[in-house]
Nanobody, 115 residues
Framework: QVQLVESGGGLVQPGGSLRLSCTAS????????MGWYRQAPGKQRELVAS???????NHADSVKDRFTISRDNAKNTVYLQMNSLKPEDTAVYYC?????????WGQGTQVTVSS
């Protein structure tokens, strides 16, 4: 069992930055894959970025060169640095962890990009 707690969301103007954090209740060293997803109103949940236990990253085309996923195993935390935010980035952002055959989700954190 893994509990995930996201933080760092909020209201930001277009062009601004936010850093999301996802802290796990146990060591993430052996967690195969951790990722950030988002869901905007009326839309399906989509993958934003993921990072493997070995540190290999993947970013959706819509956020490449603006968002960066990283992990700090010592703090059991995965981060999503979001720069040059756009109104279309507005969504609830969810952290996900895949361990063995299980998939765990956090409760989500709201990100709103608006002037």
């Amino acid at each position: 069992q893994v509990q995930l707690v996201e933080s760092g969301g909020g209201l930001v103007q277009p062009g601004g930055s936010l850093r999301l954090s996802c802290t796990a209740s146990r060591s993430i060293v052996s967690i195969n894959l951790m990722g950030w997803y988002r869901q905007a109103p009326g839309k399906q949940r989509e993958l934003v970025a993921s990072i493997t236990s070995g540190g290999t990253t993947n970013h959706a085309d819509s956020v490449k060169d603006r968002f960066t996923i990283s992990r700090d195993n010592a703090k059991n935390t995965v981060y999503l640095q979001m720069n040059s935010l756009k109104p279309e980035d507005t969504a609830v952002y969810y952290c996900n962890a895949r361990y063995a055959i299980f998939s765990y989700w956090g409760q989500g954190t709201q990100v709103t990009v608006s002037s």
